[in-house]
Structures are given as structure tokens and as C-alpha cells.
Nanobody, 125 residues
Framework: VQLVESGGGSVQAGGSLRLSCAAS????????MGWLRQAPGKEREGVAS???????TYADSVKGRFTIFKDNAKNTLYLQMNSLKPEDTAMYSC????????????????????WGQGTQVTVSS
């Protein structure tokens, strides 16, 4: 299993970014995948997840602003981030597990066994 993120960058508050996570070695449609982030000096936290049945879970801090979705044809996971805030600044990583995860467990970093290298998102005020 290999996960490769892209799409991070620097934006001003209120802006948007779309993160991508290209998967190889397995089908994204079949398993639970998530986006997690870690800010300097803070613990890694779950941002959003989506399971094989299409169900999604979001952290309260991003509800209504972020959308997680998959493109099965491209075998890619996405995170559309709108109305970005300075507190969204972090290293964002996608992760996958062969297990089914219900909410809110699907936001727990320790439940994922496969990780990408991460992509940095910086939001300035």
C-alpha cells in the first residue's frame, strides 16, 4: 500500500485548497480512509474520514468547511478545504486501514495502519 499526498500550500484566511491522496496497492473504494493533521507542538488529530459504504465523519472544527470524497476511477482520496482559518495550519496526512471504522473511531489516528508522507498547509491571517 502506498499513499502519496499533494495539494498543500500557503493561502490566506478564507481561501481554499484541495488535497489529493493517490493510492496504489489497493482500491480506495474498499476500505476506510481518513485525513489527519498535526500542528507544531500539538498531537495528531483526525479531520475527516470516509468508509467503504460512503459514510463520512468530520471533526467539529471543520464541519461545514471541509469535504472528504473519493474518486474510485482515479483511486484517489480528496479533501476539499474551504473558508480556511489560521488554526487549520498543519501537516496533513492521508491514512488507510483495511478495517471498517465507525464514527467517531474513524478519526482516531491509532486506528490507521498505512500513512502517506504528508503535505503542509499554511493559512495566514
Amino acid at each position: 500500500v502506498q499513499l502519496v499526498e499533494s495539494g498543500g500550500g500557503s493561502v490566506q484566511a478564507g481561501g481554499s485548497l484541495r488535497l489529493s491522496c493517490a493510492a496504489s496497492g489497493y482500491a480506495v473504494s474498499s476500505y476506510c480512509m481518513g485525513w489527519l493533521r498535526q500542528a507544531p507542538g500539538k498531537e495528531r488529530e483526525g479531520v475527516a474520514s470516509t468508509d467503504s459504504d460512503g459514510s463520512t465523519t468530520y471533526a467539529d472544527s471543520v464541519k461545514g468547511r471541509f469535504t472528504i470524497f473519493k474518486d474510485n476511477a482515479k483511486n484517489t482520496l480528496y479533501l476539499q478545504m474551504n473558508s480556511l482559518k489560521p488554526e487549520d495550519t498543519a501537516m496533513y496526512s492521508c491514512a488507510a486501514t483495511f478495517n471498517r471504522l465507525n464514527s467517531p473511531i474513524s478519526l482516531f489516528p491509532e486506528k490507521y495502519g498505512y500513512w502517506g508522507q504528508g503535505t503542509q498547509v499554511t493559512v495566514s491571517s
